[in-house]
């Protein structure tokens, strides 16, 4: 029961942090405002996070775990061909990750704030997202579809090259134009590894 109702607690704190620093931004948001809107106490709040950008990596962590449900659903998807399942999975995140950007100007905010945490916060997350696409380019492998020798290798590559597309580093503000670039990047990334 304890555990039922400290779960709630931090959920509804999160919940509040997430609309307030999606609607005010990172630098105009504070522990106290986020406490008053969760209805707990500041001290509440210091008992489940650190900090303010503890609290935003948190949401963040949420964001990703979301992401890698859906690229799990592409990879388990049976009526896709291994080439559909790779073009999704690098795609789904990026476009995500603008769609979240384009409804808020407070999230880009916070992707700038939060970078200097990324790495040590965020990179078990971005380990299972390469860990999937790896799986798919084995089954390709498997199918005769795909050429590799080290999947785990070109799963990483395949997600760091596709980098410049993710907000902030994006030179493309246009979804639609962000849209077929991107289609063209995985197309080529794709093919390259293509038998």
């Known amino acids: 029961m304890a555990r039922t109702i400290q ?7 999160l919940a509040a942090a ?4 999606w609607h005010y931004g990172f630098r105009k948001t504070t522990i106290d405002e986020i ?3 969760a209805g707990v106490g500041k001290g509440t709040v210091y008992l489940y996070f650190d900090s303010k950008e503890d609290i935003a990596l948190a949401i963040m962590g949420q964001f990703k775990m979301a992401s890698i449900e859906r690229l799990e659903t592409i990879a388990r998807n049976s009526e896709l061909t291994p080439i559909e399942k790779l073009t999704r999975m690098l795609m789904t995140p990026i476009l995500a990750s603008h769609d979240i950007c384009g409804q808020s100007l407070g999230a880009q905010e916070m992707i700038v704030a939060l970078r200097p945490h990324f790495k040590s916060r965020l990179k078990p997350f971005m380990e299972q997202e390469i860990a999937l696409i790896a799986e798919v380019i084995e089954q390709g492998i498997e199918e005769r579809v795909f050429a590799v020798e080290d ?17 902030h580093y994006a030179i493309i503000e246009d979804r639609d134009e962000l849209c077929v670039e991107l289609e063209r990047a995985v197309e080529i990334i794709v093919r390259g590894i293509r038998r």
């Open 7 to 13: 779960g709630d607690v931090k959920h509804r704190i």
């Open 18 to 21: 997430e609309e307030r620093l």
């Open 35 to 37: 406490a008053a809107d």
């Open 151 to 167: 999947t785990m290798q070109y799963a990483r590559s395949m997600k760091y090259m596709l980098y410049a597309f993710l907000p």
